[in-house]
C-alpha cells in the first residue's frame, strides 16, 4: 500500500518527470483501457472518429441547404419533408467527433462510416438501401468510381449516434499542413 501512495504523491508533484509518467499513463488508459471498452459497449471496431473533409457540410440553413439541392435528392426520391427526419439533417462540420455505433441494419438517411478503396472510412448518408449507396451532403454528387454504390455490409463499421462538435481539430491540426491547399482550413 506505501508503494500505492509514493506513486500518487510522485504524479501530483509539480516536475518534469511526473508530467511525462502522467502522459505515458494517460495513453496507457486511453489505448488499452478506454478504446477496447468503448469497442465493446458501442459494437462497431471505430467507435469514435473525426469527420476529416467537409463533403457532409451544410454551407447555411437547412431550407438554403435544401433548395440547392432538393433536385439532386428528389429525383432519387427523398423527399424535403423525409430529409428532415433524417439523423443530423444538417450535416457535419470538419473536426466535429462523431460516436459511432455498429448496428445489424441501418437505415436510409443514416450516417454511417464504411471502408471503400480510399485510404481512411468514408463518412457519408444512405440514399438508397437496395442497394446501398451513399452521398455526401456538401457533395454535387456521389463519388467517382462506384465508391459510394452498392456497399457491402461487411464494409460498414456503424453509423453516426451522436457528435462533439469541432473538438477533432485537435487532432486535425496536426494533419491539416500535409493537405492540399484546397482541403485545409475550414468548410467554406
Known sequence: MNYFRKTYDFLKKDSWQSWIVSLILIFILIKWIFFPLLTLVTGSPLPLVV????????????????????????????????????????????????????????????????NSVTQYPIIHRIISLNPTETKGDHNSDQLPYNMEKNIQQTSILGKSAARIPYVGWIKLIFYEPLKSQAERGFCK
Do not use: T
Request: hydrophobic share 35%.
Open 51 to 114: 469527420v476529416e473533409s467537409c463533403s457532409m457540410y451544410h454551407e447555411s440553413g437547412f431550407d438554403e441547404w435544401w433548395s440547392r439541392n432538393a433536385v439532386w435528392y428528389e429525383s432519387r426520391n427523398i423527399s424535403k419533408e423525409q430529409f428532415q427526419a433524417f439523423s443530423f439533417k444538417s450535416g457535419l462540420n470538419k473536426g466535429d467527433i462523431i460516436l459511432v455505433l455498429g448496428k445489424p441494419q441501418y437505415d436510409k438517411g443514416d450516417i454511417i462510416i464504411y
